[in-house]
């Protein structure tokens, strides 16, 4: 038990590091894609994607594990694969958006 307690505290900063990264990597990634638009299209999505979008996203996310916990009877490698799968979803649905994103924005040219 003594062993433990180091390990823990090093498991701890260790996520701490990790969530601090995704926030950070995952906020700059989001303010980006408001580039291509005016400053009003801007605030007026900012303001439905902050107020609703999220939130709706936490609604649907709580949804399914009831889904999967209640109706699909799934266990952890059912969760598992739903996991991998809307992994792979939203990869390909980000992939499309990054095409998306580089048609609206014209690449600059590089400084010299």
């Known amino acids: 038990m003594i062993v433990a307690l180091p390990v823990l505290g090093v498991v701890r900063w260790v996520k701490t590091a990790e969530n601090a990264t995704d926030y950070s990597l995952q906020n700059t990634i ?7 638009t005016t400053r009003t299209e ?3 999505a ?3 994607i902050d107020t609703f979008f999220v939130r ?3 609604l649907c996310s709580a949804g399914l594990v009831l889904a999967g916990t209640h109706l699909f009877m799934l266990e952890v ?3 598992a694969v739903a996991t991998m799968a809307l992994g792979a979803i939203w990869l390909v649905l980000s992939l499309l958006l990054g095409r998306r994103f580089r048609e609206l924005v014209p690449s600059q040219p590089r400084g010299g």
Request: charge should be positive.
């Open 42 to 44: 801007k605030y007026k």
């Open 56 to 58: 709706a996203g936490d």
């Open 46 to 48: 900012k303001q439905a």
């Open 30 to 36: 989001k303010q980006v894609l408001y580039l291509p």
């Open 77 to 79: 490698r059912g969760f």
